[in-house]
């Protein structure tokens, strides 16, 4: 397959890198040098160092041969151009990262689809959707829904109340426990995990389950006393915070911490009257006192500066939240984080990542998300008739290694896999998976 990246800033360099190791043809476009030299020799990539919106330069890319084509400039207005051109130049597919809301409503959709933009990408509202869903359970570090949550992913934290510590996953399953425990993040490394591994403290452990089971994985988990979130406050009024206060349930109440005071005359026309504004440094101790941090369930940082987040986030903790929630763009300090505790943590680059990702796939494959913590994969496959996953029970199917089926969606109702499970066209099954590993799952789809 070949992909055209246009944009060699943070999200066109992580997906390069992503995809370089998929032995896909990847070219990586940009007009300024320094960006494309910094990406080093040893990823498997072409690099073109002319502007992706100039048809000499994308013809020079090779673009009448791209099935897939990027636009992932800081500009949006340059990544729909460069769409365009590519469209017209005979790119089979693109997509662009975008910034405007208003692009994503359904009405536009065969207006830009007629233009040559193929699909649109808007990574603020996707990681304010991240947010909401993790502050909705104190207790969760990450969730995720399928087919309209008939099955959920949730990830937590065991700490000392956890019942299911120090004991075999098969004397667990001799239970019949109503969820799949599909993987474990152990420090650095993420378990697929086998009958004879045990959980242990401070492991993130990562559930497949059906909604009414999940009181019991709270319990069993020894999250039952967490209280349920109700204030939220945030610090810093971006993009992201304005659709995070927008996406948040009736009965959550928020406060945006901005130090720009510009910004928060703007703020006030951009959210609704419930939501309080303050013009203020969210580092400042007093000032987090004074508007009531210790009534406040989960404290958002959503800066543009990854250290000061992070920061933050210890302080709240240390201030009694339960819940923090941090967004960490420098890839780097992501296993930082989680060392420090932190809690959630949100990086635009992975998320993007995640659902460009998707569009590569040939199988029918309805959403894929990236574990931000856990160097892994989700997605989630509907079978077509006469799949190889479809012809032996699931234990003798021979997946690779380092990937598990959490469990599958029929008819609607969300079920938990065995080894013996038969699972049939039409199914949605859900894939938990090391790595971009998803590539290789396809051919049983």
């Not at 104190?138 to 829904?145: D, M, P």
């Not at 598990?404 to 049939?424: A, D, P």
């Amino acid at each position: 397959m070949k992909i055209i990246i246009a944009g060699a800033g943070a999200v066109g360099t992580h997906l390069a890198k992503l995809l370089s190791g998929e032995k896909q043809d990847i070219i990586l476009m940009d007009e300024d040098e320094s960006k494309l030299s910094a990406m080093g020799n040893n990823l498997d990539l072409m690099t073109v160092n002319l502007s992706p919106t100039s048809i000499n330069g994308l013809k020079e890319a090779g673009v009448a041969g791209a099935d897939l084509f990027i636009g992932v400039m800081p500009d949006e207005s340059r990544n729909m151009t460069a769409c365009m051109l590519a469209t017209s130049l005979g790119a089979k597919k693109t997509v662009a990262r975008i910034d405007n809301y208003e692009y994503l409503l359904p009405k536009y959709k065969e207006f830009f689809a007629k233009l040559g933009v193929h699909s649109l990408i808007y990574p603020e509202m996707l990681a304010a959707r991240d947010i909401v869903d993790a502050v909705k359970m104190s207790w969760i570090r990450q969730w995720w829904e399928f087919a309209g949550g008939a099955l959920v992913l949730l990830g937590t934290k065991m700490r000392e109340k956890a019942e299911i510590l120090n004991v075999p996953l098969h004397e667990l399953g001799g239970r019949n426990i109503p969820f799949h425990i599909v993987a474990i993040k152990r420090g650095n490394e993420t378990i697929i995990p086998r009958g004879d591994d045990v959980i242990k403290l401070n492991d993130i452990v990562y559930f497949t389950t059906t909604k009414k089971y999940i009181p019991y994985i709270r319990k069993i988990s020894g999250k039952e006393n967490e209280a349920d979130v109700r204030n939220v406050m945030i610090m810093g009024g971006s993009r992201i915070a304005v659709r995070t206060v927008q996406y948040m349930p009736d009965y959550m109440k928020a406060k945006i911490i901005e130090s720009n005071i510009a910004r928060c005359n703007r703020l006030t026309e951009l959210v609704d009257d419930g939501v309080m504004v303050i013009n203020g440094d969210g580092r400042d101790m007093q000032l987090l006192m004074e508007e009531g941090i210790k009534n406040t369930e989960a404290f958002v940082a959503l800066t543009g500066n990854s250290e000061t987040n992070i920061l933050a986030c210890l302080a709240a903790k240390r201030m009694g939240v339960t819940k923090t929630v941090a967004e960490v763009e420098n890839v780097d300090y992501i296993s930082m984080a989680e060392s420090l505790d932190i809690g959630t943590v949100i990086n635009k680059k992975f998320i993007a990542a995640s659902h460009i990702y998707q569009m590569m796939l040939d199988a029918d494959v309805s959403n894929v998300k990236c574990l931000t913590f856990a160097n892994a994969d989700v997605a989630e496959f509907t079978v077509k008739p006469g799949a190889k996953i479809t012809k032996q029970a699931v234990k003798d199917l021979g997946l690779p290694k380092g990937a598990t089926i959490g469990g599958l969606i029929r008819n609607g109702e969300g079920i938990l896999v065995t080894g013996n499970t038969m699972i049939q066209e039409n199914d949605h099954v859900v894939v938990f998976c090391l790595g971009m590993m998803i590539k290789k799952l396809e051919k049983y789809f």
